[in-house]
């Protein structure tokens, strides 16, 4: 049992969902909450999610009850619904999101309640249990899916053959998050889906009303959007396949393969695309050749991630690049159950390779598990060492890529020292894009 | 009995008489009878804006060898993410080791909340303790604890015999009060119960006169300047080089401060305050048990209010003379070296959106170049304000609007939609409105960048008037992105939210 979190790389619940909330079509996020939680928020992406900040209604433009004593001692169900209704007039959206807050919840408010008198099908109100106490800012983005789901999306309409949903990648806590989804949607429009994925460029809410006609949920994540996923199917009767982000071409290959099992697509079909995606990426990979090797480009590498990036990191490090990953991180805190099943993956790279691989929340400790996975010197005259290395984390891992002399690339939040709107590292053009940016670090100082 | 004997510092709105929601013009502000009574109001439309946690940790990570623990849930102190950045590159502007601040977070849990945190907090207290070693840790309160009533004052008294660190409690309950300026009390309140008193130290046994001779000289001649965290090193070293002229020693307090040598703030011949809504807490108590008298009268921004801080500072000293020939001196190559940038800022107008005394402060500075302005928003109006409410009326020849909002960009979008400025000028997150619009922005608070003394008003314009050269950015943006206002809120009157005790707005 943990009693403390080093430098959280996540927000809360609320953080996570008010990012989720903001990066859907014509939303409008409502937070039943002190007024301090919006900020918090606004500087944590601007210092973490690669200059992002806020989208259509974020960072400050974000309503707000801002609760005070008043509504501490008196109940804060009446200022959320004079809220709601000024809402109505000063901003504009389609669908309003109400999102509560460790105050609210602890106070008691019966939010369902108070949104129940406002709500209307010209203007629909739906509200996410999402106080900051009851998880980090995935379960967030999970909750705000959830709420949806249950309270949004249409119920009982009829299936329509290849017609696919997919999540799993959080808003802005996967800084890459635009860049991933739309190379991931476009990939699977190629097996001739049609594929809604709630936050990309073609997205709406009514394709969002209307996604419970999927036949398949794709969640790319074994962890994030899985209870979700779970609520959908009870909901909606739609089944749903969890997926490792796919990061460069075994990743990619792997996921195309299981989507194209689960709908029992053509496997000719499936297979053309994956030969012809593996030409295009190994054609620019071609002319890299000479020096990739006369530079000795291959590194030891530590991976510090979310449940998505450390294992989809190392996979391609292992499997494509031809790195030696030795310890992979994971910073989050999944269930037990899922946290089996991440572990799992680790065991089955390709390249033979078995990384150790730990959840460790406390950045200052990942130094620790690096030693017992590879010891220091002991005064003896020729020593193997750990290197040349290659830290893959977030920017809070630049001290540890210091202090054992290896390059280092922020992938993972936070991700402070690099821009990112639309790069993608997910799909055959993401490994490409990794590769720029892993080899970039290496000749940076050239 | 003085408010450091309570255990937290009272919120502004009752020390300070502060308000957040008001719709008003300069000329009625300046005429205003009874100053401090501005009803403390609210709106019946509000958006998020920060709590007292988030610059009150903007203070506490840049100490050094100091750990930050936030008895919280997981998301209070997300922001220091952002903030690490400027405590990094705080830390190499002082030539110190260039790391990340430490800071944590219990957590808490559904589980607390039910049972309480304070089991928790005390072994992540021993634990953080005895893993990393810091000198000092900050324990600070947030909205949780406040509910569930675990009492981390006592927690901490009875815990402190058994570590090594010295525990600091800091209270930052984000529903408290609206004022986030609270903050600063906040910090001031536990630096000042807690790291201010040093022991004496044994007499020597010869005694080197000349040196006791020295330290007196120099402590007689030592100003406590107490910073913000606006303020970059830039920024300190102008007023370092502007008390050097007067052959004054400054000891800059408490940002980026070693808690070790915090106690020499108690033996320093005078405080002064570069931003009173920032300082009058620690102030009073320096004065009061430490007998360090202090000068709090505005903000060294602009070339009349630097003049004036540095005529109240030498006033003190008895320096007038030096004072004025320095004065002289800068203002007169400052005024040629401005002429340049005249021609390109007569006759436009800017809007300008910051913190209570900055934002006057700095529409000041942008009379003194040429500037027309159009509008302010000021954060919050406390007692302090009135006196910049004034120098800036005497200063501006039309009437202009001054909307007091805690953030609250949709009265903005309102207000610059009519008012149409050609510059605008805002808070670090703040500037996003007036871009969507269209509006050149030139952010007003970006710790790093110039904004102090007569080099400060230098580069303010020296930045505008590059951001001037080329406004494509803003202007492409906002034609292809909107703002999330319906449009019949542009139609409206933009105070039409702001409720006020004793009856609606009317603005």
Same mark, same amino acid.
Request: overall charge negative.
């Given at each position: ?446 | ?281 620690? *102030?009073?108590?320096?004065? =009061? +048990?430490?007998? /360090?008298?202090? $000068?709090?009268?505005?903000? @060294?921004?602009?070339?009349? &209010? ?85 120098? *800036?009326?005497?200063?501006? =020849? +039309?009437?202009? /609007?001054?909307? $007091?909002?805690?953030?609250? @960009?949709?009265?903005?979008? &309102? ?93």
């Amino acid at each position: 049992m943990r009693n403390f979190i080093e430098r959280p790389r996540y927000s809360c619940a609320l953080g996570g969902a008010l990012a989720t909330a903001g990066a859907l079509p014509d939303t409008i996020p409502i937070m039943h909450a002190a007024s301090g939680c919006a900020g918090n928020f606004a500087w944590a992406q601007s210092g973490g999610s690669g200059l992002q900040v806020g989208g259509y209604c974020g960072g400050l433009t974000v309503p707000g009850s801002n609760v005070q004593e008043s509504e501490v001692v008196f109940g804060g169900a009446e200022r959320l619904q004079e809220q709601i209704r000024s809402t109505f007039e000063v901003m504009d959206g389609k669908l309003y999101l109400v999102l509560t807050s460790c105050v609210t919840e602890m106070i008691g408010d019966d939010v369902r309640a108070a949104i129940a008198e406002l709500t209307s099908p010209e203007r629909p109100v739906i509200a996410a249990e999402t106080a900051g106490f009851r998880g980090n800012s995935y379960f967030g983005y999970d909750a705000v899916l959830q709420s949806l789901f249950r309270d949004f999306v249409e119920k009982g309409g009829t299936k329509v053959k290849n017609r696919v949903n997919l999540w799993g990648i959080a808003p802005t806590f996967d800084v890459f998050w635009r860049g991933n989804i739309e190379v991931l949607s476009s990939l699977l429009s190629r097996l001739g889906l049609e594929v809604n994925t709630f936050f990309g460029s073609s997205d709406s809410l009514d394709r969002i009303r209307t996604s419970s006609s999927a036949v398949l949920n794709i969640i790319v994540s074994d962890v994030y959007g899985v209870e979700a996923a779970r609520l959908f199917e009870e909901e909606h009767a739609t089944p749903f396949i969890t997926l490792p982000l796919p990061i460069g071409p075994s990743g990619t290959d792997s996921f195309l393969r299981k989507v194209g099992e689960a709908l029992s697509i053509r496997d000719s079909l499936v297979s053309g695309i994956i030969e012809r995606e593996n030409a295009d990426y190994y054609r620019y990979l071609d002319p890299l050749t000479d020096a990739y090797n006369d530079f000795d480009m291959q590194r030891y590498a530590v991976v510090v991630g979310d449940c998505n990036y450390a294992y989809g990191l190392t996979r391609f490090l292992s499997d494509d690049l031809g790195w030696i990953p030795e310890l992979a991180v994971c910073t989050d805190e999944p269930k037990a159950e899922f946290a089996t099943i991440l572990a799992e993956r680790f065991t089955t790279l390709e390249s033979g390779l078995r990384p150790a691989f730990v959840f460790e929340t406390d950045t200052s400790e990942i130094v620790r598990h690096l030693s017992e996975r590879w010891p220091g010197p002991s005064g003896q005259r020729y020593y193997n060492a750990f290197s040349p290395a290659f830290v893959v984390g977030s920017s809070l891992d630049r001290d540890l890529a210091a202090s054992i002399g290896a390059a280092h690339l922020s992938v993972s939040f936070p991700v402070v020292n690099r821009a990112v709107l639309d790069r993608s590292y997910a799909g055959y053009r993401g490994g490409l894009h990794l590769v720029e940016d892993l080899l970039g670090a290496i000749v940076g100082g050239r | 009995m003085s408010y450091f004997d309570q255990k937290e510092p009272p919120k502004r709105e009752d020390r300070l008489h502060a308000a957040i929601a008001h719709g008003s013009t300069i000329c009625s502000l300046a005429n205003r009878k009874n100053c401090k009574c501005m009803n403390d109001g609210d709106r019946l439309f509000t958006q998020g804006s920060i709590c007292q946690l988030l610059p009150a940790l903007a203070i506490m990570n840049s100490f050094a060898d100091s750990a930050v623990l936030l008895h919280g849930a997981i998301g209070c102190g997300s922001c220091v993410h952002s903030q690490n950045a400027v405590v990094k590159s705080g830390n190499a502007a002082r030539q110190r080791p260039v790391k990340d601040g430490l800071w944590f977070s219990t957590a808490l849990d559904e589980t607390d909340v039910i049972s309480g945190g304070e089991t928790k907090l005390e072994a992540a207290i021993r634990e953080i303790d005895r893993r990393c070693r810091p000198g000092h840790i900050f324990v600070v309160a947030t909205c949780i604890p406040a509910l569930t009533g675990d009492d981390i004052d006592t927690l901490i008294r009875n815990l402190q015999p058994q570590v090594a660190a010295r525990l600091l409690p800091v209270h930052c309950e984000g529903f408290k009060t609206k004022i986030w300026a609270t903050a600063y009390d906040s910090v001031y309140h536990s630096v000042g119960n807690g790291l201010l008193d040093w022991e004496e130290e044994e007499p020597l046994f010869t005694r080197d006169e000349f040196a006791e001779l020295k330290d007196e000289y120099l402590r007689k001649r030592t100003v406590n300047v107490m910073t913000v965290s606006s303020m970059g090193r830039v920024d300190e070293l102008e007023l370092q080089r502007i008390l050097g002229s007067l052959d004054l020693a400054t000891n800059f307090f408490p940002l980026f401060a070693k808690p070790e040598e915090m106690y020499k703030v108690t033996q320093a011949a005078v405080s002064i305050s570069t931003c009173p809504t920032h300082d009058d807490y620690l *102030l009073y108590h320096l004065q =009061e +048990k430490y007998r /360090v008298p202090y $000068i709090i009268s505005t903000m @060294p921004i602009g070339i009349e &209010n630097t003049s004036q801080w540095i005529r109240d500072l030498a006033a003190f000293f008895g320096l007038q003379e030096q004072a004025e020939r320095f004065i002289e001196q800068e203002t007169a190559s400052l005024a040629s070296a401005l002429k340049e940038f005249e021609p390109v800022f007569a006759g436009k107008r800017a809007f300008v959106s910051a913190g209570e005394i900055r934002a006057f402060v700095t529409s000041g500075l942008l009379t003194e170049l040429g500037f027309e302005i159009a509008g302010i928003r000021s954060f919050h109006h406390d007692e302090y304000a009135d006196a910049e409410y004034q120098k *800036l009326a005497a200063k501006t =020849e +039309k009437d202009f /609007v001054v909307n $007091i909002a805690n953030a609250q @960009p949709f009265e903005e979008a &309102n207000l610059l939609k009519k008012l149409k400025p050609d510059i605008f000028l805002g808070h670090w997150n703040g500037n996003g409105t007036a871009a969507k619009l269209g509006i050149p922005a030139s952010v007003i608070y970006n710790t790093g960048l110039s904004f102090i003394g007569y080099k400060g008003v230098y580069e303010v314009a020296r930045r505008l008037c590059k951001q001037l050269k080329n406004t494509t950015y803003n202007r492409k943006l906002s034609s292809h992105i909107r703002l999330p206002y319906t449009e019949g809120w542009y139609g409206e009157d933009a105070f039409k939210y702001i409720r006020q005790a004793g009856g609606e707005a009317s603005a």
